[in-house]
């Protein structure tokens, strides 16, 4: 990035050097007088505003439309985000005379790992949820700022403590499909 605020630089330079060299009261005595340019200044901030405004107006619309959930998720799972794992709790299946469907998933060590395992997105307890079916993903912190993230599948989202954020997505294709926290 340093080298475009340099290149940048040095041609605003080169603008200003080139303006006070031509420009110079030896060379021009008697400065012409252009006092306004009324109508290009109207047209240069209507037409951006008016472009500004056909881009905006959809994207704020998708963008509250964005949280509804459309369809009733077949299956709901909490992700609960601590400092170093997350815990899943499968929200539709915890009754009050039942055992809770409820797990921690800490990350593989390496020396655990087997050939042909991705280290630092293997777990020891994963998630399974059935394929071509519309989830909801409930999530919040314990603790400390996460982001809940399964960049294959498109989602991310904010673990913040105290306040609980949701997702709903679909799952096309059975797969294995890595999280991860994208907080840094």
């Known amino acids: 990035i340093f080298f475009f605020v340099v290149q940048i630089a040095v041609f605003v330079s080169w603008v200003l050097a080139r303006s006070l060299w031509l420009f110079r009261a030896k060379v021009n005595p008697i400065p012409q007088r252009i006092v306004h340019g009324t109508t290009i ?12 405004m ?9 963008l509250y439309s964005m949280d509804d959930v459309v369809v009733d998720p077949a299956i709901t799972i909490k992700a609960i985000g601590h400092q170093w794992y997350w815990s899943y709790e ?11 469907l409820a797990f921690d998933s ?15 997105l293997e777990v020891d307890n994963r998630v399974v949820v059935p394929a071509k ?14 982001s809940f993230a399964v960049p294959s599948l ?14 709903s997505t679909f ?14």
């Open 54 to 62: 056909f881009i905006a107006v959809p994207s704020f619309a998708l």
């Open 154 to 167: 498109g989602v991310k989202c904010d673990a913040v403590p105290g306040r609980l954020n949701q997702i």
């Open 171 to 184: 799952i096309n294709r059975e797969g294995v499909y890595y999280g991860q926290c994208s907080e840094i």
């Open 133 to 146: 079916t519309h989830l909801r993903i409930i999530i919040t912190s314990a603790d400390v700022l996460h």
């Open 41 to 52: 200044e109207i047209l240069w901030t209507i037409f951006p505003s008016v472009i500004l």
């Open 90 to 100: 499968y929200s539709d299946y915890n009754n009050s005379d039942e055992q809770s």
């Open 106 to 120: 800490y990350m593989a060590l390496e020396d655990d790992l087997e050939l042909g395992q991705l280290r630092l």
